[in-house]
Nanobody, 121 residues
């Protein structure tokens, strides 16, 4: 079993910044990819960023590229999402996820606990 416990999130004004964390523990930590996702009310879950352990590359969806940065701790057990220049349309519940079978975050096996981000004046 793998546990992903998130922290961070909250209310921020437009143009502000937040950092989300995702602490990973448990057995079966041989993941192939790890990523951040979000889901706004009434919408499907969107992928935001992904680190592939196949080549170590980090990829971002176009609408967060340049504003969001994904990083890992040295031991790989914590991942972060630094979000800058936040916009009201970034309001959503954010999730981290890991995949033990897919290199590019297409099918995730484990999900984080979720972090609510609200961007509002």
């Amino acid at each position: 079993q793998v546990q992903l416990v998130q922290s961070g999130g909250g209310l921020v004004q437009p143009g502000g910044s937040l950092r989300l964390s995702c602490a990973i523990s448990g057995s079966n930590l041989d993941w192939h990819s790890i990523g951040w996702f979000r889901q706004a009310p009434g919408k499907e879950r969107d992928g935001l960023s992904c680190i592939s352990l196949n080549d170590g590359a980090t990829n971002y969806v176009h609408f967060v590229r340049g504003r969001f940065t994904m990083a890992r701790s040295n031991d790989g057990r914590t991942i972060y999402l630094q979000m800058n220049n936040l916009k009201p349309e970034d309001s959503a519940v954010y999730y981290c996820g890991t995949s033990n079978s897919n290199w590019y975050c297409n099918e995730m096996d484990y999900w984080g606990t979720g972090s609510l981000v609200t961007v509002s004046a």
